[in-house]
């Protein structure tokens, strides 16, 4: 069992940055993958930036460039690097993680995860 809970959310202006924080409640290695994912209202929840540990990491194409995912010195906790932030990033973000024994990519979608934190809101203004 894996407790995640974000931090970090807030309302900023276009052009300005965020990081958010997932506390996670076990160490981190290869056989889990992480994700950040957010949901904006009347929209389906997205995948934006993937990590597995030793193993490799993926970007939304909508946010390369942009963000960052790094877990922390201890893979005790998992950051989301936010530069260059706009209005369309408005939304809820979830940290969530998945066990995956078998060495391989981390799904991009919502269902492949399993643990999910209850969500740190981020609004952008124009």
């Known amino acids: 069992q894996v407790q995640l809970l974000e931090s970090g959310g807030d309302s900023v202006q276009a052009g300005g940055s965020l990081r958010l924080s997932c506390a996670v409640s076990?160490?981190?290695?290869?056989?889990?993958?992480m994700a950040w994912f957010r949901q904006a209202p009347g929209k389906e929840r997205e995948g934006v930036a993937f990590?597995?540990?030793?193993?490799?990491?993926n970007y939304a194409d909508s946010v390369k460039g942009r963000f960052t995912i790094s877990p922390d010195n201890a893979n005790t906790a998992l950051y989301l690097q936010m530069n260059s932030l706009k209005p369309e990033d408005t939304a809820m973000y979830y940290c969530?993680?998945?066990?995956?024994?078998?060495?391989?990519?981390?799904?991009?979608?919502?269902?492949?995860?399993?643990?999910w934190g209850p969500g740190t809101q981020v609004t952008v203004s124009s």
């Open positions: 969530a993680a998945v066990e995956v024994p078998i060495l391989g990519n981390c799904g991009t979608y919502p269902t492949y995860y399993n643990y």
């Open positions: 076990k160490r981190m290695d290869s056989s889990y993958c």
């Open positions: 990590i597995r540990l030793r193993y490799g990491i």
